[in-house]
């Protein structure tokens, strides 16, 4: 059964990359919608919504994203659902996603300068119009970098999910490692096709930090 | 916020203190039929019993039980992609009717889910450097053996291995391999297949000490599941009978089915069999 | 069949789960300081060594930083051995980590230097300090100072990275609760106990940190 590490060993890995990407794209989308819940809440005057929040986002950064996965893997089925990887891990990162980006986020709103809040009271806009046509612009263009690097981050957690048993990018890696014995190419390849997602997103990310910074400076 | 946290923690098991009422589910074979397709979780990092294909499918000697078996219910096979520490969990939380995953009857595991007839069954010996001198298990002082956690050579093993052994356990039995392949540790427990297939990647590097134990695989469902474990070991009598079971163990093994295999003929005769 | 939690279990084996945590515990510590100690003589050759180096360096941490830290690990426990590099999986684990956390840490002590101005060497060499002296006054305790609480989150993100190593049997607190998984099939009621000592030891991290800079880097600065 040993096999060698030929080009439909390749194959299967770089497939597998496909799912890695699905899983990174479905929890950064579920991320952001959840992520600007969060951050709303985080900056609302409601001391209860906004205490729920920080609950919220210290469990998530406080405990392993494994662990997190596994909560979720083997909890959901105690409610009596039944959950595919895909569907567990999806959650899990989600959630994952919201507290991270919703920390990011609210960062970057109260970075908003306060003037700009209180010329729209001047104005007399409502805390929805404030928020949709004064500070969420801008507070989106400061967000940009961080998200981007954010997004970077949530790829790389994604790997994970091979610990429980699904088949994206590092499981497609073990898998092709225990046929064929090949631990230096096969997660020599693993790590090259990780390198190509990953790292032309941090240059994006850098490069627009920098962006910032300088119209920051001005 | 450190006290919120905790909190939180323990709200979140409050809630599924409360709210934890039905899970698993006995599984019967009408239920199986009227849905017109049954749901086999199976290993696919255990070769030859279970792999993944160059086409990238699930295959393997389990794979081709589990096609016989739904085939004989009349019914769609969905096969499922299991891993070792996850295959009891699988089953007890209701993701699979049913598991041909080389699971090996044990006293242990047969507290939490059913058993069949055994449908394959493997010998665990250990393993190792050919330099090394061990003839028995007296002889792994100081030794560092790999095994893959909870198996039944982590069981045998931890049994007879003398106090100053280390004994490293991996996730499962493929990176316990691949420790001995690379060089990590100098010795493991392992089953007759997994020693056919390290023989002939790396004939003369290692050689068999001694034997551990012997394993009888059966199919694993839901506990109280009495009409399914009927069926199944009327199945597994039958494939026996007429050297189905044989031949799919002669294209995967290269050897007819073990005698103590296709003599034993119900799980409890197997968990005897252990406790002599 | 009802499903009912029950921590019974996990608790008997609270033994296992104290020097589980132990096992963590010495593995984030020991990469922290490891980490940090590395990333100083690594940020010095990015930022003054001969290009070379600073290409060296770049590379490696880019590509440490653009790869997942499981893949990290089973390159170097399954994959170095090829090249007659081997490791116990304890030592293993640490070594990945160190090489994973330095990385962040050369990226992160080098935008502090970044943002240190340029008068402020300049002004170092007008009073006839040596490099060194500038590097480790002027240079890098500023930057630290200013880079701390994102040094400080990268560690806690280095301790919850911990919890992967268990793949190559390393036994820290997660192989302790895959063992006791494996044995007694209560997933959720031990996964939920574990996670609850990783957050208490998170947040004790976090508290530690913020000691620290309270003592550390008070303003006015004692000296």
Same mark, same amino acid.
């Given at each position: 059964?040993?096999?060698?590490?030929?080009?439909?060993?390749? $194959?299967?890995? %770089?497939? &597998? /990359?496909?799912?890695? !990407?699905? @899983?990174? *794209?479905? =929890? +950064?989308? #579920?991320?952001?919608?959840?992520?600007?819940?969060?951050?709303?809440?985080?900056?609302?005057?409601?001391?209860?919504?906004?205490?729920?929040?920080?609950?919220?986002?210290?469990?998530?950064?406080?405990?392993?994203?494994?662990?997190?996965?596994?909560?979720?893997?083997?909890?959901?089925?105690?409610?009596?659902?039944? $959950?595919?990887? %895909?569907? &567990? /891990?999806?959650?899990? !990162?989600? @959630?994952? *996603?919201? =507290? +991270?980006? #919703?920390?990011?986020?609210?960062?970057?709103?109260?970075?908003?300068?306060?003037?700009?809040?209180?010329?729209?009271?001047?104005?007399?806009?409502?805390?929805?119009?404030?928020?949709?046509?004064?500070?969420?612009?801008?507070?989106?263009?400061?967000?940009?970098?961080?998200?981007?690097?954010?997004?970077?981050?949530?790829?790389?957690?994604?790997?994970? /999910?091979?610990?429980?048993?699904?088949?994206?990018?590092?499981?497609?890696?073990?898998?092709?490692?225990?046929?064929?014995?090949?631990?230096?190419?096969?997660?020599?390849?693993?790590?090259?096709?990780?390198?190509?997602?990953?790292?032309?997103?941090?240059?994006?990310?850098?490069?627009?930090?920098?962006?910032?910074?300088?119209?920051?400076?001005? | 916020?450190?006290?919120?946290?905790?909190?939180?923690?323990?709200?979140?098991?409050?809630?599924?203190?409360?709210?934890?009422?039905?899970?698993?589910?006995?599984?019967?074979?009408?239920?199986?039929?009227?849905?017109?397709?049954?749901?086999?979780?199976?290993?696919?990092?255990?070769?030859?019993?279970?792999?993944?294909?160059?086409?990238?499918?699930?295959?393997?000697?389990?794979?081709?039980?589990?096609?016989?078996?739904?085939?004989?219910?009349?019914?769609?096979?969905?096969?499922?992609?299991?891993?070792?520490?996850?295959?009891?969990?699988?089953?007890?939380?209701?993701?699979?009717?049913?598991?041909?995953?080389?699971?090996?009857?044990?006293?242990?595991?047969?507290?939490?889910?059913?058993?069949?007839?055994?449908?394959?069954?493997?010998?665990?010996?250990?393993?190792?450097?050919?330099?090394?001198?061990?003839?028995?298990?007296?002889?792994?002082?100081?030794?560092?053996?790999?095994?893959?956690?909870?198996?039944?050579?982590?069981?045998?093993?931890?049994?007879?291995?003398?106090?100053?052994?280390?004994?490293?356990?991996?996730?499962?039995?493929?990176?316990?391999?691949?420790?001995?392949?690379?060089?990590?540790?100098?010795?493991?427990?392992?089953?007759?297949?997994?020693?056919?297939?390290?023989?002939?990647?790396?004939?003369?590097?290692?050689?068999?000490?001694?034997?551990?134990?012997?394993?009888?695989?059966?199919?694993?469902?839901?506990?109280?599941?009495?009409?399914?474990?009927?069926?199944?070991?009327?199945?597994?009598?039958?494939?026996?009978?007429?050297?189905?079971?044989?031949?799919?163990?002669?294209?995967?093994?290269?050897?007819?089915?073990?005698?103590?295999?296709?003599?034993?003929?119900?799980?409890?005769?197997?968990?005897?069999?252990?406790?002599? | 069949?009802?499903?009912?939690?029950?921590?019974?279990?996990?608790?008997?084996?609270?033994?296992?789960?104290?020097?589980?945590?132990?096992?963590?515990?010495?593995?984030?510590?020991?990469?922290?300081?490891?980490?940090?100690?590395?990333?100083?003589?690594?940020?010095?050759?990015?930022?003054?060594?001969?290009?070379?180096?600073?290409?060296?360096?770049?590379?490696?941490?880019?590509?440490?930083?653009?790869?997942?830290?499981?893949?990290?690990?089973?390159?170097?426990?399954?994959?170095?051995?090829?090249?007659?590099?081997?490791?116990?999986?304890?030592?293993?684990?640490?070594?990945?980590?160190?090489?994973?956390?330095?990385?962040?840490?050369?990226?992160?002590?080098?935008?502090?230097?970044?943002?240190?101005?340029?008068?402020?060497?300049?002004?170092?060499?007008?009073?006839?300090?040596?490099?060194?002296?500038?590097?480790?006054?002027?240079?890098?305790?500023?930057?630290?100072?200013?880079?701390?609480?994102?040094?400080?989150?990268?560690?806690?993100?280095?301790?919850?990275?911990?919890?992967?190593?268990?793949?190559?049997?390393?036994?820290?607190?997660?192989?302790?609760?895959?063992?006791?998984?494996?044995?007694?099939?209560?997933?959720?009621?031990?996964?939920?106990?574990?996670?609850?000592?990783?957050?208490?030891?998170?947040?004790?991290?976090?508290?530690?940190?913020?000691?620290?800079?309270?003592?550390?880097?008070?303003?006015?600065?004692?000296?």
């Amino acid at each position: 059964m040993i096999r060698e590490f030929g080009p439909d060993e390749v $194959v299967f890995i %770089l497939m &597998a /990359a496909r799912w890695t !990407l699905v @899983l990174s *794209a479905i =929890a +950064f989308a #579920g991320g952001s919608v959840g992520g600007l819940l969060v951050a709303m809440a985080r900056i609302s005057p409601s001391r209860w919504l906004a205490g729920a929040a920080m609950v919220f986002i210290r469990f998530f950064q406080g405990t392993p994203p494994l662990m997190q996965l596994f909560l979720v893997f083997f909890g959901i089925t105690i409610f009596g659902v039944d $959950v595919a990887p %895909l569907t &567990a /891990a999806a959650i899990a !990162l989600t @959630l994952h *996603a919201s =507290a +991270f980006l #919703g920390e990011i986020w609210r960062g970057c709103i109260q970075a908003v300068p306060s003037g700009q809040t209180e010329a729209s009271w001047a104005l007399g806009l409502r805390y929805g119009m404030r928020m949709r046509h004064i500070v969420l612009p801008q507070a989106a263009r400061i967000a940009v970098a961080p998200t981007v690097g954010f997004a970077v981050q949530l790829i790389k957690v994604t790997s994970l /999910a091979s610990i429980i048993g699904f088949v994206e990018l590092t499981r497609a890696g073990q898998i092709i490692n225990n046929a064929t014995y090949e631990p230096f190419m096969v997660f020599g390849l693993v790590a090259l096709v990780y390198f190509a997602i990953c790292w032309p997103l941090s240059l994006v990310a850098r490069r627009m930090e920098r962006r910032f910074a300088r119209i920051a400076a001005r | 916020m450190k006290h919120n946290s905790i909190r939180m923690t323990l709200v979140a098991a409050g809630i599924c203190l409360g709210l934890g009422g039905t899970a698993a589910a006995q599984t019967t074979p009408e239920e199986i039929q009227e849905r017109g397709t049954v749901n086999i979780g199976m290993l696919v990092d255990f070769p030859p019993f279970g792999i993944i294909n160059q086409q990238g499918q699930p295959d393997g000697y389990d794979a081709d039980v589990a096609k016989l078996l739904a085939e004989d219910m009349g019914v769609e096979v969905n096969l499922v992609a299991v891993t070792g520490p996850n295959r009891i969990p699988y089953l007890l939380s209701n993701r699979v009717d049913l598991e041909v995953a080389s699971l090996g009857i044990t006293p242990e595991r047969a507290e939490r889910v059913d058993y069949s007839a055994p449908y394959a069954g493997i010998s665990i010996s250990l393993y190792g450097d050919g330099g090394l001198e061990i003839s028995d298990p007296a002889d792994l002082s100081g030794q560092t053996i790999g095994v893959a956690r909870a198996s039944t050579q982590d069981n045998a093993l931890t049994a007879v291995a003398p106090d100053d052994a280390t004994i490293q356990r991996f996730d499962d039995d493929a990176s316990a391999v691949q420790a001995l392949v690379s060089g990590q540790v100098p010795l493991i427990g392992a089953s007759n297949t997994v020693i056919a297939e390290l023989e002939g990647m790396a004939p003369d590097r290692f050689d068999t000490k001694f034997d551990l134990a012997r394993q009888m695989q059966g199919i694993a469902v839901h506990p109280q599941s009495d009409e399914l474990t009927a069926y199944l070991d009327d199945f597994l009598a039958r494939m026996k009978e007429n050297g189905e079971l044989n031949a799919i163990h002669e294209k995967w093994l290269d050897a007819p089915l073990p005698d103590f295999v296709r003599t034993t003929s119900s799980a409890q005769e197997a968990l005897d069999y252990y406790a002599e | 069949m009802n499903y009912n939690l029950d921590f019974a279990p996990v608790f008997a084996r609270w033994p296992d789960l104290l020097s589980g945590a132990w096992v963590t515990l010495q593995l984030s510590f020991g990469a922290m300081a490891l980490g940090l100690i590395v990333a100083v003589l690594g940020v010095w050759g990015r930022t003054a060594g001969p290009t070379p180096v600073q290409w060296l360096i770049a590379a490696y941490v880019e590509i440490i930083r653009n790869t997942p830290f499981i893949v990290q690990i089973f390159f170097i426990f399954f994959g170095l051995p090829a090249l007659g590099i081997r490791f116990s999986p304890n030592v293993a684990a640490l070594v990945a980590l160190v090489i994973n956390v330095t990385a962040y840490a050369i990226e992160i002590l080098r935008a502090g230097i970044e943002a240190i101005p340029k008068g402020q060497t300049e002004a170092g060499t007008a009073l006839a300090m040596s490099r060194l002296q500038i590097f480790r006054h002027v240079v890098f305790m500023p930057a630290l100072r200013t880079v701390y609480p994102a040094l400080t989150s990268q560690f806690i993100f280095l301790f919850l990275s911990t919890s992967v190593v268990s793949v190559i049997s390393a036994n820290d607190l997660t192989a302790t609760g895959n063992d006791i998984n494996a044995q007694t099939f209560a997933s959720f009621e031990i996964y939920l106990v574990i996670t609850a000592i990783y957050l208490v030891m998170s947040l004790g991290f976090s508290a530690l940190f913020a000691t620290i800079h309270r003592v550390a880097f008070s303003y006015p600065l004692s000296r």
